[in-house]
């Protein structure tokens, strides 16, 4: 059974302070890695896809990273309006099926 | 170009009822997929329509119930509502082709069961 653990499950940030958010995942077969952001009372914004090891992605103040067993998403100097929460999904191989496998999500508050 | 469409945005019902909830994919995505997502908890899936044919199922019980019309919209189908049935309900898009593999969501149905 594919599994998904995010971590930290809350970041507090002052503006302007970096900090990295954990995916730790375990699939059979990775199609892809999944990075979305989601704001209160709305559905999941996509950010990022990841396929192999070693991969990274970068958009704006966000970057995001693959290994064989953990994904991180590094903010740096974070602003307020990066503040939501963070949720990571993974996709197996598995024929024509594209259904995701989601953490929890780490909220991320930043602090003016 | 317009994004994944859910409706209702809000809607509450009777335990016991049904209710179906409406999805239109992004133009020229072929499959669609749903999710419900409870307070507090990443998005949990439930079917996965390419083609207008069922791709996958989540462990979900038998009352919900899903379809994909020729026009590639989808719709949710939950019978028998209870009340742990409150939850946002997510359609996602996706052209599932080899040049892409991009899964979009949409804003999402609002189901309160009282």
């Known amino acids: 059974e594919d599994q998904v653990t995010q971590s930290p499950e809350a970041l507090r940030l002052q503006e302007g302070e970096s900090s990295s958010l954990n995916c730790s995942y375990t699939v059979s077969g990775l199609r892809g890695l999944f990075w979305y952001r989601q704001d209160p009372g709305k559905g999941p914004e996509f950010l990022f896809t990841l396929y192999s090891a070693g991969e990274e992605k970068e958009k704006e103040r966000l970057k995001a990273t693959l290994t064989k067993k953990e994904s991180f998403l590094h903010i740096t100097a974070p602003k307020p309006e990066d503040s939501a929460t963070y949720l990571c999904a993974v996709q197996r191989y598995s024929g024509s099926a594209r259904q995701l496998t989601f953490g929890s999500g780490t909220q991320l508050t930043v602090l003016p | 170009d317009a994004g994944v469409t859910q409706s209702p945005t809000h809607l509450i019902k009777t335990r016991g009822q049904q209710v179906t909830l409406r999805c239109s994919p992004i133009s020229g995505h072929k499959s669609v997929s749903w999710y419900q997502q409870v307070l507090g908890q990443g998005p949990q899936f439930i079917f996965q329509?390419?083609?207008?044919?069922?791709?996958g199922r989540g462990n979900f019980p038998d009352r919900f119930s899903a379809r994909q019309f020729p026009n590639y919209s989808s719709e949710l189908n939950v019978n028998a509502l209870l009340l742990g049935d409150s939850a946002l309900y997510l359609c996602a898009s996706s052209p599932q082709s080899s040049s892409g593999n991009t899964i979009y969501f949409g804003e999402g149905s609002w189901l309160t069961v009282v």
């Open positions: 329509y390419y083609e207008k044919e069922e791709r």
